[in-house]
């Protein structure tokens, strides 16, 4: 039965590396072609606080915003009942808004618009280099964790499953043109921080047995290390998929693009750390050698 389990999970683990690779090249395709649709954090945008009802809801503002001004507009509450903060883009030149008022005045509530101020592109600009010098300083970071605390074939596999999981995600961004803004960009972080936990755990695992069982084959040792963390890694990614989902259901529509892409990261940070974090290792030619003490040499 045991041989039986350790033969079948060889081949699933083959396959998901297949799809893997696969779905990584129809990302980064998605990525390259189609780009990113850029939030307002980004590119910059018009920010405008109103005060109203506080019964009145965000779906209920948010229709007749985006058909007043013809776009795409969120609204965000702010910490005082009834107080809102409207996200919309800068007006194209010869375009003039209507007024948010009239806009909002199928709502039957008195509607006061408290400021508006434009965040330009300039500051926009300066968020994504920043974002983006966040992402490489963790990115280095890790490599430097990964090579100091495993032999190089074990690391290069955690760090292709890292940058699987990311290019997925992002991917699923340019996909579907979801806006991309400063709270996705903090999810892809988060991902790299759950992705890298559980492609260590079972990394450790697999560098035990090949020190305790130095004589078995590297496939042996990677499904019986898979099979061994397999129960925790069920149990924290359901709670954590668990703590997501009601976060995306509940958490309305400013937190939607950071509770689908920690979603998504966490499926396939769970993914890759079975399929391409034990894949790359064992092509490598990952041996116990590579982990056994070296015999001294003995002076003649």
């Not at 009802?53 to 910490?79: C, H, R, W, Y």
């Not at 605390?149 to 074990?154: G, N």
């Not at 290019?167 to 972080?189: K, P, R, Y």
């Not at 309305?252 to 966490?266: R, Y």
Request: proline letters at 4%; one cysteine or more; hydrophobic letters at 50%.
């Amino acid at each position: 039965m045991k041989n039986w389990i350790i033969t079948n999970l060889t081949k699933l683990r083959y396959m998901t590396g297949i799809v893997s690779i696969a779905l990584m090249v129809i990302s980064i395709s998605f990525i390259c072609i189609r780009g990113l649709n850029w939030g307002l954090d980004f590119t910059g945008g018009v920010v405008s606080e109103i005060q109203m009802n506080s019964q009145i809801t965000s779906s209920e503002i948010e229709p007749l915003m985006d058909a007043g001004f013809k776009q795409d507009v969120v609204a965000i509450a702010a910490d005082e009942p009834g107080r809102w903060i409207l996200r919309y883009a800068v007006p194209p030149k010869g375009v003039t808004y209507p007024d948010i008022i009239q806009v909002l005045e199928p709502l039957h509530v008195q509607v006061q618009v408290l400021n508006t101020s434009i965040v330009g592109p300039q500051v926009g600009a300066e968020m994504a280099s920043q974002g983006g010098l966040a992402l490489l300083v963790t990115m280095l970071c890790i490599l430097g964790y990964l090579s100091y605390r495993f032999e190089w074939r074990l690391a290069a596999g955690a760090l292709l499953a890292l940058m699987h999981d990311v290019i997925l995600a992002v991917g699923f961004f340019a996909m579907t043109q979801m806006e991309f803004n400063l709270t996705v960009l903090a999810a892809i972080l988060a991902i790299l921080g759950y992705s890298l936990n559980d492609s260590i755990v079972i990394a450790d695992r697999i560098r035990e047995l090949l020190i305790a069982k130095p004589k078995q084959d590297i496939e042996a040792t990677n499904n019986e290390a898979i099979i061994a963390t397999f129960s925790r890694t069920m149990v924290t990614s359901g709670t954590t998929l668990m703590t997501i989902s009601s976060l995306w259901l509940l958490g309305g529509s400013s937190l939607q693009g950071f509770s689908i892409a920690m979603f998504i990261g966490v499926l396939t940070g769970t993914w890759s750390s079975i399929s391409v974090g034990t894949l790359l290792p064992e092509f490598l030619g990952l041996k116990p050698d590579h982990y056994l003490p070296k015999p001294e040499s003995q002076d003649p």
